[in-house]
């Protein structure tokens, strides 16, 4: 018979967590204005809300820990880094920052004017954001089976050709800066990228002379979903793939909070010097010297032993299936997902889920807060409040697909509470039509929203 599947690591420690009562978690989210960022983790039973960080490292990123070393300038565990990430990834030059949406500030310092697009698949939030600041504008060129929930398409993160073209012959070299391939693409389900469009959108954008830059925060999840379903790679390693991947680029950035399996940093990685050197300028400024960026040596080191442990099949194949067993229930119970399952989280279809809440109502947010009232679990909204207003008009932006994330943190939870997590949902779905109205705005950032949003019932 088939064996079923296994962790491919052992547990040497444990945290203890508080199981809340119903009538505690209802006291607690009114109190937080029904913003799931604002609750106190200690208030969570299954947390949820993001797998950036949130993961458990292994015994010997623990011992790079006691060895990192915390020299201002010249560490021996930048150079560590440095070489780990040149190893894996191909880049020449390195620029370490405190995390992801860091690394972006930095690269977009250098690259963004006001007035330019910046061209991609589901650009994620801070990215979006960081665009957004400098008063350019992001243009999503997801293919459009991305945003059917139902459709089964192995490569659902891929970016349409056709629609990239149209912006390059639209707006011209001189107002795009880059493209940007988001690996894998969280704001449309997790969903992998496929080396073919990698290649096809490389040779597209040297044909317009357009430079192409990752943004590699779950590179390792989608070289993983490559070896299993693009028939050219799948006798190659993780590592030769993700090395062909980045082959296509001119540079990524990276939170290195997800597949460096590292509580917080991130990284540029680059070839061009000329773009180095102007980058090092801004990561001076902002986050600190060019071999630390923001970060602890021990926090260089860690990172330098997860990015090698990441890009290894037994880890991802464990990692990624524990994703797909809970994927798999919910499908069971009827419950509506982004499909196919993606690699880091559930997305959970808000609109198909609750029927009786519209748009205005915010859906996946309703859902979300459901959700922890029923079991203590905290998921994240990917719909209209992330989506945040339209920068010229302030009207709401509704995207196509109304999703509540449930992130599931690496190497953290067990299989008992995936069972538990499913039963919670399958309870909220069995009483769904129950739930007929959602909430309103009480207050609002100008930019972001969705960390620090006020909202009452309605």
């Known amino acids: 018979m088939e064996l079923p599947f296994a962790e491919s690591f052992r547990i040497k420690m444990v945290e203890e967590i508080y199981q809340s009562t119903k ?147 639209e707006y011209g070299k001189e107002k795009i800066p880059f493209t940007l391939i988001t690996i894998t693409c969280n704001s449309s389900g997790g969903q992998p990228v496929s080396i073919e469009n990698i290649r096809n959108v490389r040779e597209l954008s040297n044909q317009y002379q357009i430079p192409v830059f990752f943004d590699g925060a779950r590179f390792a999840e989608n070289a993983y979903f490559i070896k299993e379903r693009e028939e050219e790679f799948k006798n190659d390693t993780i590592k030769e793939i993700v090395l062909e991947m980045f082959s296509n680029g001119d540079g990524m950035t990276m939170s290195s909070k997800k597949d460096g399996l590292v509580n917080i ?48 099949y037994s880890y991802l ?37 609750l029927p009786n809440i519209s748009r205005e109502e915010f859906p996946a947010q309703t859902l979300g807060i459901e959700l922890y009232k029923e079991g203590g679990i905290r998921g994240v909204e990917i719909g209209t409040i992330l989506a945040d207003r339209d920068p010229e008009t302030r009207e709401n932006r509704y995207p196509k697909l109304e999703l509540l994330r449930l992130a599931i943190p690496r190497r953290t939870y067990l299989q008992s509470h995936m069972d538990y997590i499913a039963a919670c949902l399958k309870n909220l779905f069995d009483r769904r039509h129950e739930i007929s109205s959602g909430y309103e705005i009480t207050w609002e950032a100008d930019i972001l929203r969705h960390f620090t949003v006020k909202l009452k019932k309605k």
């Open 317 to 353: 194949k464990s990692r990624i299936s524990q994703v797909e067993y809970l994927g798999n229930k919910l499908i069971e119970y009827g419950i509506p997902i982004q499909q196919p399952i993606g690699g880091h989280a559930i997305f959970i279809d808000a609109v198909k889920f």
């Open 265 to 312: 940093g991130g990284f540029i990685a680059l070839n061009d010097k000329e773009l180095y050197q102007k980058c090092g300028n801004f990561g001076i400024i902002y986050e600190g010297f060019l071999s630390y960026g923001g970060l602890a040596g021990r926090d260089l080191a860690a990172l330098s032993q997860g990015l090698d442990e990441a890009t290894e």
């Open 23 to 169: 009538e505690e978690r209802e006291k607690w989210i009114e109190e937080k204005d029904y913003n799931l960022f604002n609750l106190e983790s200690e208030k969570v039973f299954i947390d949820l809300l993001t797998d950036s960080g949130t993961g458990a490292m292994s015994d010997k990123q623990w011992a790079e820990i006691m060895t990192g070393d915390e020299s201002y300038a010249g560490s021996r565990s930048f150079h560590q880094l440095k070489n780990t990430v040149n190893k894996i990834t191909g880049f020449d030059y390195l620029l370490p920052t405190h995390q992801g949406r860091a690394a972006e500030n930095v690269l977009f310092s250098a690259l963004v004017k006001e007035g330019d697009v910046v061209p991609g698949n589901s650009h994620f939030d801070t990215t979006k954001g960081h665009i957004e600041f400098r008063k350019a504008h992001a243009i999503d060129c997801t293919i459009d089976e991305a945003f059917d929930s139902e459709i089964i398409h192995p490569f659902k993160g891929n970016i349409d050709l056709n629609k990239l073209e149209k912006v390059y012959k």
